[in-house]
Nanobody, 123 residues
Framework: VQLQASGGGLVQAGGSLRLSCTAS????????MGWFRQAPGKEREFVAA????????RYADSVKGRFTISRDNAKNTVYLQMNSLKPEDAAVYYC?????????????????WGQGTLVTVSS
């Protein structure tokens, strides 16, 4: 599966952005989808994940209550709604696809990655 992330940009602290990740292929609905991010000089970190039917969702503690992950299998797209953005949310955000809901917070569980979209948050 090929993934294409979009929706990044520059936003003021407290603002909102919605990231999208569109997948090619007809098996999108069978994949666990996740969002990760990597800020300059930092390691990649887990942000959110959603199971194939949305029945299981996981968030990093740092984004709980502010970010919402969702998916539309008919459109082969997963979304990350980001509200109340903080300067520390600035990073390149990557979407990823995994076959199993085994360890959704672990990047190595994901076999497919998008190219990343840059989110910049000004204070």
């Amino acid at each position: 599966v090929q993934l294409q992330a979009s929706g990044g940009g520059l936003v003021q602290a407290g603002g909102s952005l919605r990231l999208s990740c569109t997948a090619s292929g007809r098996t999108f609905s069978s994949y666990v989808m996740g969002w990760f991010r990597q800020a300059p000089g930092k390691e990649r970190e887990f942000v959110a994940a959603i199971s194939w039917n949305g029945g299981n969702i996981r968030y990093a503690d740092s984004v709980k209550g502010r970010f919402t992950i969702s998916r539309d299998n008919a459109k082969n797209t997963v979304y990350l709604q980001m509200n109340s953005l903080k300067p520390e949310d600035a990073a390149v955000y990557y979407c990823a696809a995994a076959i199993h809901w085994r360890a959704p917070v672990v990047g190595s569980e994901y076999g497919y990655w998008g190219q990343g979209t840059l989110v910049t948050v000004s204070s």
